[in-house]
């Protein structure tokens, strides 16, 4: 089975702070996500990676940076975290077949972020 | 235009009804469908596939209309166990790339009651 792990269930932070929230897939995957999720609005793809020290900009990048050293691990990082990133946080990863992404993703449990 | 819309719900039916969710995407570069589960402060899990010709799980069928760009999700003989947000997701090619990313619309939330 699939196993995507996440640093963290909840946490709380104040305005202000600098937070890393870490993912870690074992099942050699070469795509990971970070999305976060807020009632009303659904998913939202932050940032991702299809390999190893790449990563590209999703839908809502501004205020996130993202780290990829290892295949297995991707960090999201809040450079001055806000209230108006309070969230939940999701990583997923994926495998590619023959350089094309298998579109299938696979989730951690989530990151409860909160910012007070 | 959203890439994903669906009916948000929520819908409340009795156990052993027959409940039925609508998509509709707006790309039709699209290339691979999927319905997604997501129960209540847990991650999507996947439900199923979405193939062209149609597709069953035991209990759950889903459709694919290209043509209209519409994607449906059919559950029978509904169980208490199947309250949560189900998730339509679509995928599409990024700038021109065979590489894709995946869009989840926002969610139709189903509770079924005894």
């Known amino acids: 089975d699939v196993k995507v792990t996440q640093s963290s269930r909840y946490l709380v932070k104040r305005t202000g702070e600098k937070v890393f929230l870490e993912c870690v897939q074992d099942m050699d995957h070469e795509n990971m996500f970070w999305y976060r999720q807020d009632p009303g609005l659904g998913l939202r793809l932050i940032y991702f990676?299809?390999?190893?020290?790449?990563?590209e900009k999703g839908d809502i990048p501004e205020g996130y940076s993202v780290s990829r050293e290892k295949k297995e691990r991707f960090s999201l990082i809040l450079e001055s975290a806000s209230t108006n990133q309070t969230s939940m946080y999701l990583c997923a990863s994926s495998d590619s077949f023959r350089g094309r992404t298998t579109y299938e993703q696979y989730f951690g449990p989530g990151t409860r972020l909160t910012v007070t | 235009r959203k890439e994903v819309e669906q009916d948000p719900g929520p819908f409340n039916v009795p156990e052993g009804a027959t409940v039925a969710f609508n998509c509709t995407y707006s790309?039709?570069?699209?290339?691979?469908f999927f319905w997604y589960r997501q129960d209540c402060r847990k991650e999507p899990k996947l439900l199923m596939s979405v193939y062209s010709s149609g597709n069953e799980d035991g209990r759950f069928t889903a459709q694919l209309n290209r043509a209209s760009q519409y994607i449906s999700l059919l559950i029978r003989d509904s169980k208490l166990s199947d309250s949560a947000t189900y998730l339509c997701?679509?995928?599409?090619?990024?700038?021109?790339?065979?590489?894709?990313?995946?869009?989840f619309g926002r969610g139709t939330q189903l509770t079924v009651w005894p």
């Open positions: 790309n039709s570069a699209s290339q691979s």
């Open positions: 990676s299809y390999d190893v020290k790449m990563k």
């Open positions: 997701v679509v995928n599409k090619p990024d700038r021109g790339s065979t590489l894709g990313r995946l869009y």
